[in-house]
Nanobody, 127 residues
Framework: QVQLVDSGGGLVQPGGSLRLSCAAS????????IAWFRQAPGKEREGVSC?????????YANSVKGRRFTISRDNAKNTVYLQMNSLSPEDTAVYYC???????????????????WGQGTQVTVSS
């Protein structure tokens, strides 16, 4: 059974850091693009970051690009991580990892292209 389990969320003060984990069972993450999305109350789900399957190319939303978030994968642990630094209240949301059904793809920007989803982990940034 294919399953993604995301974890690592919590309450953190502004400027703090968290590392989210997306662990897979039933398939090997190494062959699939893995994306992180987030959804804040009253807002649409938005893509945060993604790592492609074949060449490990990463991309990030403009709001987190370069300066704060880093996506990586550990194939031996069958896990993808999202390291989040310099968090701000605007980062408060439920974060989900997701994977498409097709093997060997690049990243998709639309959430509709992803077939498997984690259950979500809450990130709250507040003083």
């Amino acid at each position: 059974q294919v399953q993604l389990v995301d974890s690592g969320g919590g309450l953190v003060q502004p400027g703090g850091s968290l590392r989210l984990s997306c662990a897979a069972s039933g398939f090997s993450l190494a062959y699939y693009a893995i994306a992180w999305f987030r959804q804040a109350p009253g807002k649409e789900r938005e893509g945060v970051s993604c790592i492609s399957s074949n060449n490990g190319i990463t991309n990030y939303a403009n709001s987190v690009k370069g300066r704060r978030f880093t996506i990586s994968r550990d194939n031996a642990k069958n896990t993808v991580y999202l390291q989040m630094n310099s968090l701000s209240p605007e980062d408060t949301a439920v974060y989900y990892c997701a994977s498409p059904r097709r093997i060997g793809t690049g990243c998709y920007s639309s959430s509709t292209m992803y077939d498997f989803w984690g259950q979500g982990t809450q990130v709250t940034v507040s003083s």
